[in-house]
C-alpha cells in the first residue's frame, strides 16, 4: 500500500514546521487537519501557516469554504480523500497535518460516518440549553467524542448530541479497511514549555491584528452569531469588540480555552498507539524515521 505521514500533536508544538521540513526531504505535499482553517477570511484568527512559512510546499485543504459555510467531518473526509489520491497520482508523498484529532481519524482509521439529517425541533429544544448543560448531556451519551470537542462551542455541541440521538445510540461508526499505509508521527513538549508557548502565540497574533482581522469581516457581513458558534479565539475577539470583556479578560480567556483544548487533543491522540511521539527538537531523529519508514 502506499505510505501516508501523519503529523499530530497539541496546539503550538510546531507541527507545520517540521511538516514543511518533512515534505521538503521526501518529495511531498500537505493536507491540513484542522476544522478552523478550512474557512476563508480567518487566517490570523487560526494561526494558518503564511506563503513565506510553506517554503514552496503545496498546501491543501486550506480556505476551502466561506464563513457562512457550516463544513463538517464527512465534507472534510470527502475533499480530503480526493487530495490523497491526486497527490500520489503525482508521486508525490501527502503528509497529514493537523491537530483535530477527529478530522485526523476520519482519515486514518477508514470509518464510514453516518449521513444525520438536520433536527430542527431538536435543535431548537437543545438552544434553550446553556453550554455546559450542552457539554454534560454530550459527555453523557458520548464519552469519546466529549474528549475531542469544543466545549465551548454551542453548535458543535448541538450537532453532536443530534447525531447521537438520531441513531439511537452512539455511533458505533462501521470501518472499512483503509486504502494507505498511515506513519504516525505526534509532537510533544513538557507542560511547562507548552503553556509558554501557547501565551506567546496569542500574543503574537493579537499584536498581528486578530480582532482587526474579525472586525473586518463583520464589516464584510458575517454576523455576530456566526463567531459565537465558531467558539474558541473568533468567540472571545467577539466579545472584546463588543466590549463584553476587557482586554485583560481576552487574553485571560483566550489562553484558558486554547490551553483546555490542548489538554483534549493530547487525551484524544494518546488513545492511538500507532503513534511515535518525538520532541519538535528532534528534527534529525523524526527525519530519520520517516525515510526508515517510507
Known sequence: MKKIIVIVGQTSTGKSAIAVKIAKKINGEIVSADSRQVYRGIDIGTGKISQKEMKGVPHHLIDVVGLKTQF?????????????????????????CGGTGFYVDALTTGIILPAVPPNTKLRKELAQKTVPELFKILEKIDKNRSLNIDAKNKVRLIRAIEIVKHLGQVPSLNTQPPSYEFIKIGLQVPEKTLKRKV??????????????????????????????????????????????????????????????????????????????WFNPKEYSKIKEYVLKSL
Open 199 to 276: 501565551k506567546l502565540r496569542l500574543k503574537k497574533r493579537i499584536r498581528s491584528g486578530m480582532a482587526i482581522e474579525l472586525y473586518n469581516l463583520r464589516k464584510s457581513g458575517i454576523p455576530w452569531k456566526r463567531f459565537l458558534e465558531l467558539g474558541f479565539d473568533q468567540k472571545y475577539i467577539a466579545m472584546y469588540l463588543r466590549k463584553k470583556i476587557s482586554s485583560d479578560e481576552l487574553l485571560e480567556k483566550l489562553f484558558h480555552s486554547n490551553w483546555q483544548y490542548a489538554k483534549r487533543q493530547m487525551t484524544w491522540f494518546k488513545r492511538d498507539k500507532e503513534i511515535k
Open 72 to 96: 463538517t467531518v464527512a465534507s472534510y473526509k470527502k475533499l480530503a480523500e480526493k487530495k490523497i489520491a491526486d497527490i500520489i497520482s503525482r508521486s508525490k508523498t501527502p503528509i497529514i
